[in-house]
Nanobody, 115 residues
Framework: QVKLVESGGGLVQAGGSLRLSCAASGIIFSAHTMNWYRQAPGKQRELVAAITPGGDTNYAYSVKGRFTISRDNVKNTLYLQMNNLKPEDTFIYYC?????????WGQGSLVTVSS
């Protein structure tokens, strides 16, 4: 059974930092491209950051220079370090694993940034 479990969300003041984690089980983690998405109620989910099995990364323009995606293939865990958070970063953040045409999703972790 595939499980992606996010943790680390919460309430933080603008300018603060949070680190999200996504613990994966039931998949060959090292073979999957891993992504962080975020979504506001009633809005489309948007890609925040991606990391390939080889470690190449890509970021949405809005978070470039503030967020860092990383992975630990021994611990089967994905991370998103979020610095200099802004109120507009308030979303539910989702972990996503992709292998070919197969997608897996976590349950989401709420990040709220107060001004």
């Amino acid at each position: 059974q595939v499980k992606l479990v996010e943790s680390g969300g919460g309430l933080v003041q603008a300018g603060g930092s949070l680190r999200l984690s996504c613990a994966a089980s039931g998949i060959i983690f090292s073979a999957h491209t891993m992504n962080w998405y975020r979504q506001a109620p009633g809005k489309q989910r948007e890609l925040v950051a991606a990391i390939t099995p080889g470690g190449d990364t890509n970021y949405a323009y809005s978070v470039k220079g503030r967020f860092t995606i990383s992975r630990d293939n021994v611990k089967n865990t994905l991370y998103l370090q979020m610095n200099n958070l802004k109120p507009e970063d308030t979303f539910i953040y989702y972990c996503n694993a992709v292998f070919g045409s197969v997608n897996y999703w976590g349950q989401g972790s709420l990040v709220t940034v107060s001004s």
